[in-house]
């Protein structure tokens, strides 16, 4: 019996590890030997509509499960994000599957605009990194981006890429002037890249970056590749052991177990009982056992002493003829108890057989042996996690000082880069000059501006007037802008924000918002080209559900009544003696917010009462207009943001350099920038004055006709328009 079970069960594990090791060579060079492929995110897509109501994002994750639909079961990919403007986010490390990576694109949220040079030499130099450690001779790296990017209106710089990157590239077709494709053209001259077809939308074709002199393979590589295939094989064999260890010590266990219950039976007694009326054969193998054989007398009991059956009664009874309680019985025993007879014909006693010895310790030595085998080979070739060192964090945030600068790479094991420098004209930078700035108690500057801008909270500035003040600025006129709230009711947008000396690692609210907003207005307003910064530091009024919704006099009121505000305002205007003065909508068909409104009330009122006096400077009133919203307005006047201007500079660049600024701002650096980037008009209403004045401020950038209605793929979510503040 011993050795019969000992042979069964070794032919079966010595099966089973056959039927799952074949299998397992057969297809470990497909997925041992796996492509790799790191995939650069960029999260500064737009939030705009298709014509099939999709987003941008939902179109581009689509045209991402196509590609990796596409490529080998081997492939595995390590997903990168790029976010604020240079910061590179490792999302899944290497190796993830395409539905790992799927899913975790579904949770990126949007963020503003990125540099998108910047983040493609980081992206590269991991990837570069990621085949080095898989011992791969080229990286792919493919860039994932909705097509536009605020940095096609810079001028471009040299990028450094590493030798061993092949760069590949989804690209949507793009609805702006801000296309990726100039960027992309600038990383190499030979490559062909073409978007999906905004109709059938078929699979793109990559961009592919070629190098001439593509990088040696390791003298080791051989080694470092059958190590790996050792790895796993052995690793395999070590479970397998291990298993077959435990099974066998299972069996052995119970076999002893067996074998001990065999050895401990008690001996099994055959009785005859002899009665009036008969014979009977009675067998006893259970002890204690009572047994009751006549009727008139008390039962006998068996019970088991040492190996031996001992038979005892209450009574007395006769045991080879003589009187007994209690009997150590042998065989041939006759017992008398009443008038019956009971005669002892047999005892059976168990034969001992032998224990099994233990035989399963000497099958550790396979499973100790593979696992050895396995150790060494991480030690000869570890995993791409212990050497992509740069891969592992987040790329930090450049600070406020350096943030137009250079910034340090992190050294990671790479070969020597290839530089590719971008040819073609250089376009005009702007420049940053940030303006005074007057605290509400501070008396006005003696001075004299061209326009005067004003508005209701810091990032309206740049939202709504952006372009417009733009294009004056490079017309050589200079401005004011007045902010009446500086924004303490906002929402701060941390974690989605930098994170520095001035941006802390929390959530800003009240007077701390504010200090930052009014910090942040200033920059934007410094690139915008204004030349005074005006605080009339009026209450910000909450505005996060319907249910802090207050009506335009109600906030006028609370602002400390018509009277003094609009007087206010009246003194600026005379103190500063514009020509234009640009301001927001009041109550109309936009869906705009209630501070907006009640400050375009105020703006208005102001203007008609200096405009109707003898010394009036004003000769315009133009109301800027939401450009999502120009439908319900008659005679809008279209203005085009992208027509360069007089000092080469495109105007929509400024604004987006002014949206940016508000980085605690969602409204302003992801929706503000996203959709301006969409939106090929802003439009304006000439409330006071001549139409023709706007023809001579922004000259070419007017469009002919009438404001045609936004496109149905650049409408806003209507949940967009209403959270603004």
């Known amino acids: 019996m011993d050795s019969q079970v000992h042979r069964h069960y070794s032919s079966r594990v010595i099966r089973r590890f056959v039927l799952f090791l074949l299998p397992l060579m057969l297809i470990a060079p497909r997925y041992l030997h796996s492509d790799s492929v790191t995939i650069l995110f960029d999260a500064s897509y737009s939030l705009s509509l298709q014509s099939d109501g999709r987003t941008r994002i939902d179109r581009l994750r689509d ?41 975790a694109l579904r949770e990126v949220a949007p963020w503003g605009s990125v540099d998108l040079f910047r983040v493609t030499e980081q992206a590269a130099r991991t990837a570069s990194s990621i085949a080095l450690a898989n011992d791969e ?45 100039p960027l992309l053209d600038a990383l190499t001259e030979q490559h062909t890249l073409t978007g999906p077809d905004p109709e059938a939308v078929p699979m793109p074709e990559p961009s592919i970056i070629r190098t001439e002199q593509p990088p040696q393979r390791s003298e080791h590589a051989a080694l470092v590749r059958w190590a790996r295939v050792a790895r796993w094989v052995f690793a395999t064999t070590f479970l ?78 006769r045991i080879n003829g003589m009187r007994r309680i209690d009997h150590l019985i042998d065989s ?25 010895r233990s035989r399963h310790g000497r099958y550790g030595v396979v499973p100790a042996a593979a696992a050895a085998v396995a150790i060494l080979s991480f030690i000869v070739a570890p995993p791409s996690e212990s050497t992509v060192t740069a891969s592992a964090t987040a790329v930090p945030a450049p600070s406020a000082e350096s943030r137009r600068s250079e910034p340090e790479t992190t050294q990671v094991r790479r070969p ?16 940053l000059t940030l303006p005074a700035t007057v605290r509400p108690a501070d008396p006005l500057p003696q001075a004299r501006v061209d326009y005067l801008a004003i508005h209701a909270h810091p ?22 802008v007045v902010i009446l709230t500086d924004g303490e009711s906002g929402l701060d947008q941390h974690p989605w924000r930098d994170i520095d000396d001035t941006y802390p690692n929390h959530r800003l609210a009240g007077t701390d918002l504010a200090n930052v907003r009014i910090a942040e207005a200033r920059e934007a307003i410094g690139w915008l080209g204004g030349s005074f910064y005006l605080r009339l530091g009026l209450p910000n009024h909450p505005y996060n559900t319907w249910l802090d919704e207050l009506s335009p006099l109600e906030v006028i009121e609370r602002w400390g009544g018509e009277d003094h505000l609009v007087s206010r305002i009246e003194k600026i205007i005379r103190h500063f ?15 705009e917010h209630f501070e907006h409104q009640a400050t375009g009330i105020l703006v208005a009122r102001a203007v008609d009462r200096v405009y109707i006096s003898p010394d009036n400077p004003v000769e315009a009133h133009i109301v800027a207009i939401d450009p999502r919203q120009p439908s319900g307005y008659d005679d809008l006047i279209s203005i085009s943001p992208w027509t360069i201007a007089r000092d080469g500079t495109a105007p929509r660049l400024r604004q987006f350099l002014a949206l940016r600024a508000h980085r ?33 401020l922004f000259g070419p950038a007017v469009a002919n006709g009438s404001a045609d209605a936004v496109p149905p793929d650049l409408a806003v979510p209507h949940e967009d328009l209403t959270g603004h503040r």
């Open 240 to 317: 397998l052991g291990l298993t077959a260890v435990a099974r066998a010590a299972g069996i052995h266990r119970r076999r002893v177990a067996i074998a001990e219950r065999h050895n401990n039976r008690p001996p099994i007694l055959q009785l005859e009982i002899r009665r009036s009326s008969g014979r009977e054969t009675v067998r006893v193998e259970d002890y204690p056992r009572a047994l009751d054989v006549d009727g008139g007398a008390a039962p006998l009991e068996f019970t088991e002493r040492e190996g031996a059956i001992v038979v005892s009664s209450r009574d007395a009874i």
């Open 137 to 181: 001779a080229h990286a792919t790296l493919l860039l994932l981006t909705d097509g536009e990017d605020i940095g096609a209106l810079m001028p471009p710089r040299p990028v450094r890429l590493p030798e061993n990157v092949e760069l590949k590239a989804i690209v949507l077709p793009s609805t702006s002037p801000a296309s990726v494709l």
């Open 459 to 480: 990032d309206d500035e740049a939202l709504y007037f952006g372009a417009l003040l733009a294009r004056l600025h490079a017309r050589g006129l200079t401005g004011a």
């Open 577 to 591: 003696q514009p020509s234009v003065i640009i301001g927001p909508d009041g109550p109309g068909p936009a869906l």
């Open 63 to 103: 045209e991402l499960d196509r590609w990796m639909s596409e490529q080998p079961l081997s492939t595995r990919y390590a997903l990168l994000v790029a976010e604020h403007q240079a910061v590179v986010r490792q999302l899944l490390p290497y190796p993830a599957t395409s539905r790992q990576v799927s899913l």
């Open 664 to 696: 605690t701002q969602r409204d302003a650096t992801v929706i503000g920038l996203e959709t301006r980037l969409a939106l090929p008009y802003d439009y304006v209403l000439v409330r006071r004055g001549d139409r023709d004045i706007v023809r001579r």
């Open 332 to 356: 041939g025993d006759q017992i008398r108890c009443g008038t019956t007879r009971v005669a002892v014909r047999d005892i059976a006693r168990t034969k001992p057989v032998r224990v099994p």
């Open 416 to 431: 020597p880069v290839s530089t590719v420098t971008p040819s073609g004209p250089t376009p005009t930078l702007p420049t």
